[in-house]
């Protein structure tokens, strides 16, 4: 293995470099290697954020070790070739497919030259033997509380003494209750066909699909208005192809409610931190609990307050960070009450948190050093 002594050589294993809290992490992490004086290596079948990642002086493989082919297992050689041309001294995976080439391309590793072995869990997966890979790690990373519950739950032979959270976060330069967006942004924002200055803007962020619980905002929405409430619901997410059945029938729950004026479909958008710093509550109302929970965190961290159900990563940051907002899962006509309640007195959210992306950054290169030392 190489000297340990010198600085650290860190490749990370994940399916693409597309939009993602994945994706996002993989990025700040080779990013704080190289400020740090390190390499940061990555391998993934290319994306969007390519592009950021080298800018930040990082290195990117392009190989395709999340497809799910037979071909795939063709790749392991070509995998292992880098770890042994690059001297890297740890593997980091960060999704299953990516993780399973990296265990058998360090199989064929002499122990004296095998770099080390560390995985990150970022959700609940199904429990089996293919998911067991992310908790074969020598050091494994679990994103929230809730997904350190879940390993442990689940696959008792991982050993807890090897196990530590570190959370996911926000970078406190960008999320801060001190932002404003752009005078040209706040221009085009105010001259868009929903936008009413006399109603309260209502956010509702996450992809369209079922477990998020947009049925629920609209029901939420519904409620506010047969109440006499001034109110403007946005949906903020993308929607894919396959599951456009999904989003055609929102729309007709929309017009079945009568709310045509008073909720909007915004798509994908790039600007929801804007989003949120007009918004005067956000929602995080999902029917499965989710691992994490990124937008209830850059909400609190602009200053919006959340409402949310009480589980998962959701309910673990709104404990932490702004119990004001919890609420029983499933349970509308209590988001609804909150709602009211949140509309007529503005709760104070609390300006600062250790839930950012230079803790998470400090904690895992630290996670990296205790492997070496």
């Keep these: 293995m190489a000297n340990r002594n010198k600085n650290m050589t860190v490749l990370q294993l994940l399916p693409d470099l597309n939009v993602g809290g994945v994706e996002r992490g993989t990025i700040e992490i080779a990013t704080a290697l190289v400020n740090a004086g390190h390499r940061g290596l990555v391998i993934s079948n290319h994306g969007r954020l390519v592009a950021e990642l080298e800018a930040a002086g990082a290195v990117h493989y392009d190989l395709p070790i999340g497809r799910k082919s037979l071909a795939t297992l063709g790749l392991v050689r070509k995998v292992r070739r880098i770890m042994l041309e690059q001297k890297v001294d740890i593997v980091?995976?960060?999704?299953?497919?990516?993780?399973?080439?990296?265990?058998?391309?360090?199989?064929?590793?002499?122990?004296?030259?095998?770099?080390?072995?560390?995985?990150?869990?970022?959700g609940p997966y199904s429990v089996n033997r293919y998911s067991e890979v992310m908790a074969s790690g020598e050091k494994v990373i679990a994103i929230s509380e809730f997904i350190r519950d879940y390993v442990l739950n689940n696959y008792p032979r991982v050993n807890a003494e090897k196990l530590t959270v570190v959370h996911r976060g926000v970078d406190i330069e960008r999320y801060t209750p001190s932002f404003k967006p752009s005078t040209s942004w706040m221009k085009e924002f105010q001259g868009a066909d929903f936008y009413d200055p006399d109603k309260k803007i209502l956010i509702f962020p996450g992809r369209l699909t079922r477990?998020?619980?947009?049925?629920?905002?609209?029901?939420?929405?519904?409620?506010?208005?047969?109440?006499?409430?001034?109110?403007?619901?946005?949906?903020?997410?993308?929607?894919?192809?396959?599951?456009?059945?999904?989003?055609?029938?929102?729309?007709?729950?929309?017009?079945?409610?009568?709310?045509?004026?008073?909720?909007?479909?915004?798509?994908?958008?790039?600007?929801?931190?804007?989003?949120?710093?007009?918004?005067?509550?956000?929602?995080?109302?999902?029917?499965?609990?989710?691992?994490?929970?990124?937008?209830?965190?850059?909400?609190?961290?602009?200053?919006?307050?959340?409402?949310?159900?009480?589980?998962?990563?959701?309910?673990?940051?709104?404990?932490?960070?702004?119990?004001?907002?919890?609420?029983?899962?499933?349970?509308?006509?209590?988001?609804?009450?909150?709602?009211?309640?949140?509309?007529?007195?503005?709760?104070?959210?609390?300006?600062?948190?250790?839930?950012?992306?230079?803790?998470?950054?400090?904690?895992?290169?630290?996670?990296?050093?205790?492997?070496?030392?």
């Design 92 to 122: 980091h995976a960060r999704s299953r497919l990516p993780a399973w080439i990296g265990r058998f391309a360090l199989r064929g590793i002499p122990p004296s030259k095998r770099p080390r072995w560390i995985t990150t869990v970022h």
């Design 211 to 373: 477990w998020k619980g947009q049925a629920d905002f609209l029901a939420l929405v519904g409620s506010l208005i047969s109440t006499g409430q001034k109110v403007c619901g946005l949906i903020v997410g993308a929607q894919s192809d396959a599951k456009s059945q999904f989003e055609r029938e929102l729309k007709q729950d929309v017009s079945k409610r009568g709310l045509e004026e008073h909720i909007h479909f915004l798509g994908e958008r790039h600007d929801l931190r804007e989003l949120f710093s007009q918004a005067d509550i956000s929602y995080s109302l999902p029917n499965v609990p989710e691992a994490f929970g990124r937008t209830t965190l850059e909400a609190l961290s602009l200053g919006t307050p959340v409402i949310g159900y009480d589980n998962g990563g959701t309910g673990e940051i709104l404990r932490h960070l702004f119990p004001a907002g919890l609420v029983a899962p499933g349970n509308v006509n209590e988001v609804a009450a909150k709602t009211r309640q949140f509309l007529t007195s503005e709760p104070a959210v609390p300006e600062n948190h250790t839930m950012t992306s230079q803790n998470m950054q400090r904690e895992t290169l630290a996670a990296y050093q205790s492997m070496l030392n």
